[in-house]
């Protein structure tokens, strides 16, 4: 057994093949290119409350913003609304996916008459859903 | 014209594709650099829509717990004033009592949002304390 392992170690060099190795690292940048998600949506400036039961929310292609600003002004989509927009807009929405997730990012010295008028005009306009997913977008305490 | 035909019949045209791997990797390189990943994090939350079948349940007494916020963001719960600090021991204390109580956080429209955020963050270190609603209190103008 050991003379023959020696044997045909000294008979061959290796080679690996590298012809395909572009064509592999080709076919990656494509995989990257086709499933990079843009983001359009610039928001408002909002800063985020800390909260120590932060999780993660993993279907982030089901997530639909709502950013609330200091001064409690609410934007979807970029543009600024009323809460009362916002019921057509999610029942909209929610018609093209069922599976949506509302994300609302309000500053955490925003008042909270629109966050509040917000949720309920989600729980109007979303009316056919069994349940209106909601996320606080909160960042992790340290 | 048969001149020009033999030049080219001479040497076969290369283009050198062993660099081709070294590009393409430079390429996924500064891609996976430049990517900023989005994780979205927060609190996950679900209400139930508003149609005109929705019942309204009535609680009263030991079966609602009342934790409210006013408009300087101060906390009680029921009438007492307390530090956020408290709420989980006393959302413990209520449902030892009542298991199917309902923990309603009320929060005055002025009041700062991040101290609701706080607040429910508070009750929702207590594993027990699954049926919570959020309501809020108008300004009085």
Known sequence: ?142 | MMRLRRPMAMQEAEIPTASMADISFLLIVFFMATAVFARDKGMKLAVPPKTEETKVVKLSGKKLMKISINDQGQVFVGDQPVEVSQIPDLVRQHLAETPDAVILIRTHERAPYGRMIQVFDEVRKVPEATRVALKSIRAES
Do not use: W
């Open chain 1, 1 to 142: 057994m050991p003379r023959l392992i020696k044997e045909s170690k000294r008979e061959g060099r290796v080679l690996i093949p590298t012809a395909s190795m572009s064509d592999i690292a080709t076919l990656l940048i494509i995989f990257f290119v086709l499933t990079t998600v843009f983001r359009k949506e610039v928001g408002l400036k909002v800063i985020l409350p800390q909260a120590a039961n932060t999780e993660r929310i993993l279907k982030s292609r089901d997530l639909a913003n709502i950013y609330i600003d200091k001064e409690g002004r609410i934007s979807v989509d970029d543009k600024l609304v009323d809460p009362d927009r916002i019921r057509t807009i999610f029942r909209a929405k929610y018609s093209e996916n069922t599976a949506l997730i509302v994300q609302i990012k309000a500053d955490e010295q925003a008042p909270y008459g629109p966050v509040d008028k917000v949720i309920v005009a989600l729980r109007e306009g979303m009316r056919d859903a069994p349940q209106i997913r909601i996320v606080f977008a909160t960042l992790p305490k340290r």
